[in-house]
Every structure is written in C-alpha cells, then in structure tokens.
C-alpha cells in the first residue's frame, strides 16, 4: 500500500481538535502519516503533542469581532503564518489537508490552496464560524453537521456528513468514572456539568451559589476550565471539580444520569450518540455570533434537549430545569435514540478519500 500523508489543523479551544482525533485512527487504518500545524501555545499543542502526532508549529493571529489594538497587528502574523505554512506544505507534501476550524486554520488553508493541495473542512455548528468564512473560497470541499447548514456554504462545496465522534468516548465505563470521582453516596443520581474547554464563568458561578440545595438530590461533577477550581469547595461531599479532563473524560460522562452543556456542536452530538438527557445553555449574543443559540434550538425543536437561555439562567431556573429533566429523562432518552444522526467519521473519510487520492 502507497503511503499517504495528511496535515490537520485547528485550534483555539478543544472543540477545534479533539474531533480531528476521532478520525485519526481510521485514517492511520488506511495508510496514511498523519501531522498537525497549530500554534506555539494553543490549546492544540498540547492534546497533539500528547496523541504522539508530529506537530508544526505556524505564526497565527486571533480573528476578532471586538475592537483590540491586537487587530492591527495580528493580520501579519496571518500572513506570516501562511508563509510558515507554505514552507511546511512543500517540505512534507501531503496528499490533503483536514481543517476543523479556529484561527489557527486559516493560514493553514491558504498556504494549502497555494500550493495546489485539496483542503478538505469541518463546520460543527449551523453557519459557518468566522475562520470557516474566511477558508472556505480556499476549501476544496466543506463538510457540515446539520442539514441546514448546506445553503450556509457558498460554491455548492457543501457535504453533510456529521460530525466526528471518538470511539473512546463510546467505551466509557461507569464503575472507573464513579471510582475517579470517589462519592461516598451512590444512590444518588450523577450531574454532569461541563462548560466547554475554557470553562463558563457564569455557569459555574449560578451553580455554585445553589450547589448544597442541587447536592441533596444528585452528585456532581464539575468541570469548570483552566483556572476556576474553587479551593473552598473541594472537601464538599458528593462535588468534584477538574479543570479540564481528557483521558477520563468517557468514564465521567459515562457516569453521567443528566448533563448541563454549552451548545457547541461538537458537545451537542456527543451527547446525541451517547443518549444523555441534557440541559443546553448557549453562549448569549453578547459574548458570541449566536451559533450555539441556533444549535440550541434546533436540539430543543427534535426533543433531545432542554434549554436555557443565558440570560434566563439563575439558581431558580437552573434547579427547575434539573427537576424537569430529571423527571422527563425517559422521553430524551427515547428521543435521542430515535435520531437518524449517525456518527460522521466514515463520511468525512470518504470525502478525505476521495480528494486525497487525486495527488
């Protein structure tokens, strides 16, 4: 078998590269030498470098939609970036690049096109992010999650295929997540609540400010992002608080009875394949493009979620919805289970497949 080389990319927060790790092993299945360009000190230098995947680092600046003297100078590193990407492309010559979006995969993209190499990228959420825009005249093909997302992409280089879910995730064991977590009291059912890889103040917070009236009824465990643990709360029985977990993150969701969300979509449909009753409480306008109010909806409109709006979210709301849920969870269950959503690696392969041989 000929060998094949591909070069990811992505970056700027988990969900911008642990959906690239669900493809890689079906990817070194096949053949092919899977690399990574990302940045110095990103969030994706880490997770790759610990997957044991060679890593190239590249100049990257952060796209923003809020004045910052930053924005002056960042459009050079862009630039600069996709230099040190082109040198990259030429020195290893890959048959196709995947790009799962974030700042770091614009210049990615760029030096790809320039150098004749087929791009192939992932949208999670309904429309397009501001990364994504910017690639996709660059892109080859672009690969979406949700059917109405395929207007959202201009040049008819749409493909619906889902999103990439990892098999780690699916072989979770409940007894290894409860152990990590050490509860004394296992008849009580577990609350999940997770608020992204860089956490979710506000939901930490409005947790935090009811969590002995939620302790009486659930166990809880919190993951509430890199610099939020709360010291003062470690000793309180049936809470336990990570900043970020990655090998265990299957047991502890498997662990899971009911979860608390954010809505980006490669949360969202983690929970779907694993059939999770969840509550989902997207990013507010204020503080995003709105993409997770849209993911939101569209969960709330096929039954597989309750939702909070941010706005709305206070002790009362969040203790309410707990309570409803919990009570309600059979009918997500089924829900979920009726999804005709299946696990997108295999079509996002294909279409890797099917540009990839063209070199």
Do not use: W
């Not at 709105?290 to 597989?304: E, R, T, V």
Request: proline share 4%.
């Amino acid at each position: 078998m000929k060998r094949r080389k591909i070069i990811m990319t992505g970056g700027g927060s988990a969900g911008h590269v642990t959906p690239n790790l669900a493809l890689v092993p079906k990817l070194l299945e096949l053949g092919y030498e899977v690399q990574y360009i990302g940045t110095k000190d990103g969030i994706e230098s880490s997770i790759i470098k610990e997957a044991r995947i060679k890593y190239h680092i590249i100049s990257s600046g952060k796209l923003r939609r809020y004045f910052d003297i930053k924005n002056f100078t960042d459009p050079f590193r862009v630039i600069k970036g996709v230099f040190d990407a082109i040198s990259i492309m030429r020195r290893e010559k890959p048959n196709v690049v995947f790009s799962k979006g974030g700042f770091v995969s614009v210049p990615v993209v760029i030096a790809a096109h320039f150098c004749r190499i087929p791009a192939i990228a992932h949208e999670s959420d309904m429309t397009p992010g501001l990364a994504n825009r910017l690639a996709v005249p660059y892109c080859t093909k672009v690969c979406v999650t949700f059917p109405e997302s395929i207007n959202n992409i201009k040049g008819n280089k749409a493909v619906l295929t889902g999103t990439p879910i990892r098999k780690e995730l699916l072989k979770g064991n409940k007894d290894i997540g409860l152990e990590i977590c050490g509860f004394r009291n296992l008849s009580k059912p577990v609350l999940f609540v997770i608020g992204g890889s860089l956490g979710a103040r506000v939901i930490n917070e409005t947790l935090r400010s009811c969590l002995d009236e939620i302790l009486s009824n659930y166990n809880i465990i919190h993951i509430c992002g890199k610099g939020n643990i709360d010291k003062n709360l470690d000793k309180k029985n049936g809470y336990v608080q990570f900043e970020y977990v990655s090998e265990e993150l299957p047991h502890l969701m498997n662990a899971a009875d009911l979860v608390i969300s954010r809505a980006g979509a490669n949360s969202i449909f983690e929970l779907l394949a694993l059939r999770k009753p969840n509550i989902l409480i997207p990013l507010s306008k204020k503080s995003s493009r709105g993409d997770q109010i849209l993911n939101a909806q569209s969960f709330k409109k096929n039954g597989y979620s309750l939702v909070i709006e941010e706005e709305q979210l206070n002790p009362k709301s969040l203790i309410k919805s707990i309570d409803e849920l919990s009570e309600n969870r059979k009918k997500y269950i089924k829900a979920m289970s009726e999804s005709p959503v299946k696990n997108g690696v295999d079509n996002i392969i294909e279409v890797i497949e099917k540009y990839g041989k063209s070199l």
